[in-house]
Each structure stands twice: as structure tokens, then as C-alpha cells.
T-cell receptor, first 113, second 109 residues
Framework: DVKVTQSSRYLVKRTGEKVFLECVQDMDHENMFWYRQDPGLGLRLIYFSYDVKMKEKGDIPEGYSVSREKKERFSLILESASTNQTSMYLC????????????FGPGTRLTVL | QQQVKQSPQSLIVQKGGISIINCAYENTAFDYFPWYQQFPGKGPALLIAIRPDVSEKKEGRFTISFNKSAKQFSLHIMDSQPGDSATYFCAPSYQKVTFGTGTKLQVIP
């Protein structure tokens, strides 16, 4: 059974803190994604990676960075957290092209105070 | 994100009724049209998908209807059940996935 896990389900941080969100997939997928989900806005793509050490900006990359040192692990970094980054963060992986199924993790609800 | 418009934003249906969610898109290059289902506390999961060479696909109580000329596709849930209460996203794609804004469905007994 395919599995995408995220390091935390809930996280509370203070403004200005550096935040790491980690995602691990066990399906040997090449592609991994980070989205944020906000009410009324759906899922918005922050960054994606199509290979180890490769990354591409999504639609809303400002304030975020990513790291992919191993195929199975994709990290989202908030260099200096701000209150407008309070959101649900979802990680996903995908084997091939865009017509394959994306598999999502359970999400991390981040609150920045 | 404006290139995909999903409606309605929320929907309340009685048990046994039909739920209909619509998705309109602008990008004619889209070649894959899935719907994802998300339960509270979970990530989205693929529910059903269609390719543009067919106009309808049915899997159990779930049907996708696709209208290429109108650039629209819809999800129909027949005999809706309380267990169908979830948020539904359309996510058309061509090289990249574009998610709709989501529809929160509540099926009441």
C-alpha cells in the first residue's frame, strides 16, 4: 500500500522562527510536491521536485524553500515564519507524468503566532 | 488558479439524493480530468478520473460527465450517503496539475 508520511500533524511556531516540514514517500516516486490548503482557495502549489536535488517553483514560492537530498524525502522550509503562513501544508508524490495519480500525505496544520 | 473554476463552494444534499459538482476550465491543453476526495484530517485521494476521448465514466455511484466543447466536467454522486460527506476537488492537468477551489459536501440523513 502506498504511503506518504509527514513529520507532524500539528505544529505551532512563533513569528520569525525557522520551520522545517518533512515528507517521506515509500513508492520510489520521482516527483514530489508541497501545497498549502486554505479555505476557499483550494490547493496551491508551493514547490515541486522531479528528481533528487532538483526543484521548481510553483505558484506561490515566496517565503519558502525546499530541499531534496534523497529520493524519498522532500522538505519544506520556512526561513522566517510569518502569521500569513498559518495554513494546512500537504505533501504529495507522483510516479510519472501529470496524468498519474498524486498520493497525498495527511497534512501538517501549521499555526504561526 | 483562475483557469479552473469549481462550483458550488458548498452543497447540502439529503441522503439518497444526487450531488452534482461542476468544474469549468480555460486551458484547452488539459488532457486528464480527475476528481479528488478529501475527508477531514486526511489528504486528498483520487476518486475518479476521465480522459478527453470519452464523455462519461461511471464507477459505482460516482460518474464524471465531460463536455469538451463547453470546457466543463462534472462529478455526479448518485444515492448520496452520509459517508460521502467530504471536500471534493477537480484537478485537471497537462504537464502540471491545477486544483479547483473545492466543494464541501454534506449529506444529511
Amino acid at each position: 500500500d502506498v504511503k506518504v508520511t509527514q513529520s507532524s500533524r500539528y505544529l505551532v511556531k512563533r513569528t520569525g522562527e525557522k520551520v522545517f516540514l518533512e515528507c517521506v514517500q515509500d513508492m520510489d516516486h520521482e516527483n514530489m510536491f508541497w501545497y498549502r490548503q486554505d479555505p476557499g482557495l483550494g490547493l496551491r502549489l508551493i514547490y515541486f521536485s522531479y528528481d533528487v536535488k532538483m526543484k521548481e517553483k510553483g505558484d506561490i514560492p515566496e517565503g519558502y524553500s525546499v530541499s531534496r537530498e534523497k529520493k524519498e524525502r522532500f522538505s519544506l522550509i520556512l526561513e522566517s515564519a510569518s502569521t500569513n503562513q498559518t495554513s494546512m501544508y500537504l505533501c504529495a508524490s507522483l510516479a510519472g507524468g501529470s496524468t498519474d495519480t498524486q498520493y497525498f500525505g495527511p497534512g501538517t496544520r501549521l499555526t504561526v503566532l | 488558479q483562475q483557469q479552473v473554476k469549481q462550483s458550488p463552494q458548498s452543497l447540502i444534499v439529503q441522503k439518497g439524493g444526487i450531488s452534482i459538482i461542476n468544474c469549468a476550465y480555460e486551458n484547452t491543453a488539459f488532457d486528464y480530468f480527475p476528481w479528488y476526495q478529501q475527508f477531514p484530517g486526511k489528504g486528498p485521494a483520487l476518486l475518479i478520473a476521465i480522459r478527453p476521448d470519452v464523455s462519461e465514466k461511471k464507477e459505482g455511484r460516482f460518474t464524471i460527465s465531460f463536455n469538451k466543447s463547453a470546457k466543463q466536467f462534472s462529478l455526479h454522486i448518485m444515492d448520496s450517503q452520509p459517508g460521502d460527506s467530504a471536500t471534493y476537488f477537480c484537478a485537471p492537468s497537462y504537464q502540471k496539475v491545477t486544483f479547483g477551489t473545492g466543494t464541501k459536501l454534506q449529506v444529511i440523513p
